[in-house]
């Protein structure tokens, strides 16, 4: 049997991926060795790999935090997932299952928790090292390319849409349309909301009407609070920020209807103001939200399997993964990049 | 004590001490609750149960040796290790935050070896530290009827006038949360009981009767604690528009048919199951400032017998302990 793998490996902060041999990592007990078919690229392998985040991963490491796979091994006492199961090793590699938050499904902010690509190698390499309690499960109607980007994009933007809390039939404003908002829009369709798209791009506006959003803002011309405001009769119930972009923020709680939530899930760099008139007088929460639980993931691919929310993806080699991260940082990437080990794309 | 067949008396038997396999622990039992569940599982009244099992789930023991893989617990540390035994920790209900309603669970006393011995075992997620505060025996109702008791009062919502049916070691523990959060009681015993109605007015209650009696008020919410499905139609009637009536018990006796206007006006009947751990810490933490008093009647674990019998007949007030 192989023992050796491909891997794209970040040797120090700030340098491109290396593209090395490791040794096929080894099952210990109560982990799984999952075969990489497929893994999504996200800005947030950029952040890892350039340690712009104040707790950095140890060197070297392999990042990527979208990949999916079958399981080739077990190791003792594994009996959430079999042999064959295809499974996706997201962000939240694993939690420590009994602080307050992970025995309340809040997993995601356990103090424990491991990250996949981060403090857990990851997948951008042949095989990966998971835990079974926290991989997510793939339909089987779902192909793996398509699953890709939803075990980190789709679950966030769809945790996010909940933490709304806006109902079948309110209003939802999505700011930013890349690859995060234009699977946000597909979700609130899928969850009855209605849906004002705000970018500063009109491509992008009109990818928004083609998902099904039923009003389009562009926030670069004159005041897109006042329009969200017009068009949804005084503001949207709920508003997902999904652009990395602080201007974005204010506006996003501008927009945000009395009594109504803005969900931030978005991070640049940075702060931005808040008008405490308006928040405290309108009763409006602002709302952080992150990645989302292993219950949420079954529900997001769930939407997926139904045809409901499908990525844009573009398919590339391992081999390419220094220009698909080159052009991520430079905003030159129209949708989701996901990595075929296939040695088809 | 173990019980060899459903329907039987526990027999004193002596066994070699059981090993804590990975992820458990073994701890020296140094009080055990006698819990109404007990008595439903000598009785054969509950699906599937593990036989022969050693029942008791309110286990109160000192930690003598740890299984591999255990953190954050140390030899020689008290703990509680109460009913909710094991969860799969990846089923639906598990990832939304439900454990007690878990799809592949394991209960102490019931479907793993429970605490009516001198020792047990138990998976450590789910032992509760229990500190070196208290006594152990005034402790060991803690874990089921106080639990369970919290639970059922969480769900019964925030209403400040509670009816609690079936005064019993679940009602004199909840009774005392209740009314230190400043809520009035109104305890229903058995008809005629006058001796546990003056119990409950003891512990603060604010009126106290027989169950096929009507306080003078219509209540917020009422918790069933008794095995016994006639009180529900009773409660509905004792609740107001809008009430809430929680079934707390594992186990009930057929619910008699009654008409819609009791449950119209949209009073709520529902039920509570198990327990999370989440539950049991929030109690435990909760119980030193209540300040809950509980009362115990002692029985040598060697009684385990004469303990259940008193239970069945309701010759005891609050709870029984059995002791090593």
């Given at each position: 049997?192989?023992?050796?793998?491909?891997?794209?490996?970040?040797?120090?902060?700030?340098?491109?991926?290396?593209?090395?041999?490791?040794?096929?990592?080894?099952?210990?007990?109560?982990?799984?060795?999952?075969?990489?078919?497929?893994?999504?690229?996200?800005?947030?392998?950029?952040?890892?790999?350039?340690?712009?985040?104040?707790?950095?991963?140890?060197?070297?490491?392999?990042?990527?935090?979208?990949?999916?796979?079958?399981?080739?091994?077990?190791?003792?006492?594994?009996?959430?997932?079999?042999?064959?199961?295809?499974?996706?090793?997201?962000?939240?590699?694993?939690?420590?299952?009994?602080?307050?938050?992970?025995?309340?499904?809040?997993?995601?902010?356990?103090?424990?928790?491991?990250?996949?690509?981060?403090?857990?190698?990851?997948?951008?390499?042949?095989?990966?090292?998971?835990?079974?309690?926290?991989?997510?499960?793939?339909?089987?109607?779902?192909?793996?390319?398509?699953?890709?980007?939803?075990?980190c994009a789709g679950v966030t933007t769809y945790k996010g849409i909940k933490e709304t809390r806006a109902q079948p039939g309110e209003w939802i404003a999505i700011s930013g349309i890349g690859g995060l908002g234009h699977l946000a829009i597909q979700y609130a369709k899928a969850m009855g909301l209605h849906v004002v798209a705000i970018d500063i791009?009109?491509?992008?506006?009109?990818?928004?009407?083609?998902?099904?959003?039923?009003?389009?803002?562009?926030?670069?011309?004159?005041?897109?609070?006042?329009?969200?405001?017009?068009?949804?009769?005084g503001g949207a119930h709920g508003v997902l920020v999904t652009a990395p972009s602080l201007p974005a923020f204010r506006q996003g709680v501008g927009m945000t209807r009395k009594r109504g939530t803005c969900v931030l899930v978005g991070i640049p760099a940075g702060e931005f103001p808040t008008p405490l008139f308006d928040v405290v007088a309108n009763?409006?929460?602002?709302?952080?939200?992150?990645?989302?639980?292993?219950?949420?993931?079954?529900?997001?691919?769930?939407?997926?399997?139904?045809?409901?929310?499908?990525?844009?993806?573009?398919?590339?080699?391992?081999?390419?993964?220094?220009?698909?991260?080159?052009?991520?940082?430079?905003?030159?990437?129209?949708?989701?990049?996901?990595?075929?080990?296939?040695?088809?794309? | 004590?173990?019980?060899?067949?459903?329907?039987?008396?526990?027999?004193?038997?002596?066994?070699?001490?059981?090993?804590?396999?990975?992820?458990?622990?073994?701890?020296?039992?140094?009080?055990?609750?006698?819990?109404?569940?007990?008595?439903?599982?000598?009785?054969?009244?509950?699906?599937?149960?593990?036989?022969?099992?050693?029942?008791?789930?309110?286990?109160?023991?000192?930690?003598?040796?740890?299984?591999?893989?255990?953190?954050?617990?140390?030899?020689?540390?008290?703990?509680?290790?109460?009913?909710?035994?094991?969860?799969?920790?990846?089923?639906?209900?598990?990832?939304?935050?439900?454990?007690?309603?878990?799809?592949?669970?394991?209960?102490?006393?019931?479907?793993?070896?429970?605490?009516?011995?001198?020792?047990?075992?138990?998976?450590?997620?789910?032992?509760?530290?229990?500190?070196?505060?208290?006594?152990?025996?005034?402790?060991?109702?803690?874990?089921?009827?106080?639990?369970?008791?919290?639970?059922?009062?969480?769900?019964?919502?925030?209403?400040?006038?509670?009816?609690?049916?079936?005064?019993?070691?679940?009602?004199?523990?909840?009774?005392?949360?209740?009314?230190?959060?400043?809520?009035?009681?109104?305890?229903?015993?058995?008809?005629?009981?006058?001796?546990?109605?003056?119990?409950?007015?003891?512990?603060?209650?604010?009126?106290?009767?027989?169950?096929?009696?009507?306080?003078?008020?219509?209540?917020?919410?009422?918790?069933?604690?008794?095995?016994?499905?006639?009180?529900?139609?009773?409660?509905?009637?004792?609740?107001?528009?809008?009430?809430?009536?929680?079934?707390?018990?594992?186990?009930?006796?057929?619910?008699?048919?009654?008409?819609?206007?009791?449950?119209?006006?949209?009073?709520?009947?529902?039920?509570?199951?198990?327990?999370?751990?989440?539950?049991?810490?929030?109690?435990?933490?909760?119980?030193?400032?209540?300040?809950?008093?509980?009362?115990?009647?002692?029985?040598?674990?060697?009684?385990?017998?004469?303990?259940?019998?008193?239970?069945?007949?309701?010759?005891?007030?609050?709870?029984?302990?059995?002791?090593?």
């Amino acid at each position: 049997m192989k023992t050796k793998m491909q891997a794209a490996v970040v040797r120090q902060f700030g340098g491109p991926l290396v593209l090395e041999e490791w040794p096929i990592p080894v099952v210990g007990p109560g982990q799984i060795l999952v075969k990489t078919e497929v893994c999504g690229v996200c800005h947030t392998d950029v952040h890892a790999m350039n340690g712009d985040w104040p707790l950095k991963p140890a060197l070297p490491f392999i990042p990527g935090h979208e990949g999916i796979g079958s399981v080739v091994a077990l190791g003792q006492d594994v009996t959430a997932v079999k042999e064959g199961d295809r499974v996706g090793v997201p962000w939240l590699y694993s939690a420590c299952g009994h602080c307050e938050y992970c025995l309340t499904a809040w997993e995601t902010v356990c103090a424990e928790a491991q990250f996949c690509g981060y403090t857990k190698n990851g997948g951008f390499a042949e095989y990966i090292l998971a835990d079974p309690n926290y991989v997510a499960h793939i339909p089987a109607g779902l192909k793996s390319a398509a699953a890709a980007p939803l075990i980190c994009a789709g679950v966030t933007t769809y945790k996010g849409i909940k933490e709304t809390r806006a109902q079948p039939g309110e209003w939802i404003a999505i700011s930013g349309i890349g690859g995060l908002g234009h699977l946000a829009i597909q979700y609130a369709k899928a969850m009855g909301l209605h849906v004002v798209a705000i970018d500063i791009e009109d491509s992008k506006l009109a990818h928004a009407t083609r998902l099904g959003a039923e009003l389009t803002v562009n926030a670069s011309h004159g005041d897109p609070i006042e329009a969200v405001k017009k068009g949804t009769g005084g503001g949207a119930h709920g508003v997902l920020v999904t652009a990395p972009s602080l201007p974005a923020f204010r506006q996003g709680v501008g927009m945000t209807r009395k009594r109504g939530t803005c969900v931030l899930v978005g991070i640049p760099a940075g702060e931005f103001p808040t008008p405490l008139f308006d928040v405290v007088a309108n009763c409006i929460t602002i709302r952080g939200s992150f990645v989302g639980t292993r219950g949420d993931m079954a529900e997001a691919l769930a939407f997926a399997a139904d045809g409901k929310v499908k990525a844009d993806i573009e398919m590339q080699p391992l081999s390419a993964i220094n220009d698909v991260l080159t052009r991520l940082k430079e905003g030159d990437v129209a949708s989701r990049v996901v990595i075929d080990f296939s040695g088809k794309a | 004590m173990v019980l060899k067949e459903l329907k039987s008396a526990l027999v004193w038997t002596e066994l070699a001490d059981p090993q804590p396999g990975p992820g458990e622990i073994r701890v020296k039992v140094t009080a055990c609750g006698v819990c109404r569940t007990d008595l439903h599982v000598v009785d054969g009244e509950l699906p599937d149960p593990k036989v022969p099992i050693i029942p008791g789930h309110e286990i109160v023991g000192r930690i003598d040796i740890i299984g591999s893989g255990v953190k954050g617990l140390r030899v020689g540390e008290r703990v509680g290790i109460p009913w909710l035994g094991h969860t799969c920790g990846v089923c639906p209900y598990c990832l939304s935050g439900e454990e007690n309603l878990c799809d592949r669970p394991a209960f102490t006393g019931y479907t793993r070896d429970g605490g009516f011995a001198t020792a047990a075992v138990a998976d450590a997620r789910f032992a509760f530290p229990l500190g070196e505060d208290g006594d152990d025996v005034a402790l060991a109702p803690l874990l089921c009827a106080g639990l369970i008791g919290w639970r059922s009062l969480v769900i019964a919502g925030q209403g400040k006038r509670l009816g609690l049916y079936g005064f019993g070691a679940a009602a004199h523990i909840v009774a005392q949360v209740a009314k230190w959060q400043g809520r009035s009681v109104y305890a229903f015993t058995r008809p005629g009981d006058s001796s546990g109605q003056r119990f409950a007015l003891s512990l603060g209650a604010s009126w106290a009767g027989g169950s096929n009696e009507m306080p003078h008020v219509p209540l917020d919410a009422a918790i069933i604690f008794a095995t016994d499905g006639d009180l529900v139609p009773l409660a509905l009637k004792a609740v107001r528009k809008g009430g809430r009536v929680v079934c707390a018990g594992i186990h009930m006796s057929d619910i008699p048919s009654f008409p819609y206007s009791l449950l119209w006006e949209e009073r709520q009947l529902l039920s509570v199951a198990n327990l999370t751990r989440k539950d049991g810490i929030s109690f435990l933490q909760l119980a030193p400032r209540v300040g809950i008093v509980t009362k115990t009647t002692r029985y040598p674990l060697k009684q385990a017998n004469q303990a259940l019998a008193d239970l069945r007949a309701g010759r005891f007030e609050g709870a029984a302990v059995l002791v090593p």
